[in-house]
């Protein structure tokens, strides 16, 4: 069985969970508690020398970065959500990435700030944060437009590119990011919180994270 290692409360953990949920392989969670600093020991060092989650093992394979996993998981069991036409393949590419520099990028500055500096004593930096809402005040309405004219991202199929937005939008709320007003968008993301992949991991982020 592949080992991946993480925590529940990652959204990059999440996106691999998602996927392998979706895709239908079966996986054990090694916990890694990144609070009391267990990515940085030397054990966890020499499976990603990057000191982050999440990490996986199949076999005597190791892989890390979250949508790496994702895709080395889709390409073996040859699922559909990483499409074989490379047309097709390169749209989702292009959502996933669009997801992970852009809009992952802007929303970690507002987690961050809000959510990760108070907890540990760090100083909020305004700057930056005002900086991530305003771009995500750009973004959100790209995804929305996009939305409005596919059922998921990347087309008429469910893609790891749907996967890949549904984890880093997870934690919006508790950061206090509302899309609710980008109709597609929110509509998009209710559906996908109520699929199975979804539910097998939590049936919300917020429970998760209170765990």
Not at 28 to 38: D, H
Not at 63 to 76: G, H, T, V
Not at 87 to 104: E, G, T, Y
């Amino acid at each position: 069985m592949i080992k991946l290692y993480g925590a529940a409360y990652s959204n990059n953990v999440n996106k691999v969970r998602f996927a392998a949920n979706a895709i239908g392989v079966e996986y054990e969670l090694k916990q890694v508690n990144l609070f009391e600093g267990q990515q940085q020991t030397e054990e966890f060092l020499n499976l990603n020398p990057v000191g982050k989650v999440p990490v996986m093992k199949d076999g005597s394979f190791t892989l890390f970065e979250s949508m790496a996993i994702s895709r080395y998981l889709a390409n073996k069991e040859g699922s559909n959500l990483y499409p074989q036409d490379f047309q097709q393949r390169a749209v989702v590419d292009q959502w996933i990435d669009f997801c992970d520099i852009h809009v992952q990028g802007a929303l970690n500055r507002v987690i961050f700030n809000r959510v990760i500096a108070p907890q540990v004593g760090a100083e909020v930096d305004q700057n930056s944060l005002n900086f991530g809402l305003e771009m995500l005040n750009k973004y959100f309405p790209v995804l929305d437009t996009q939305l409005g004219q596919s059922e998921y991202l990347a087309g008429s199929e469910l893609s790891l590119a749907d996967i890949d937005l549904l984890a880093i939008l997870d934690p919006a709320e508790i950061a206090g990011v509302d899309f609710s007003s980008h109709q597609n968008l929110q509509s998009w993301f209710q559906k996908m919180k109520q699929q199975d992949f979804y539910t097998k991991c939590h049936s919300d982020f917020k429970e998760t994270l209170g765990q």
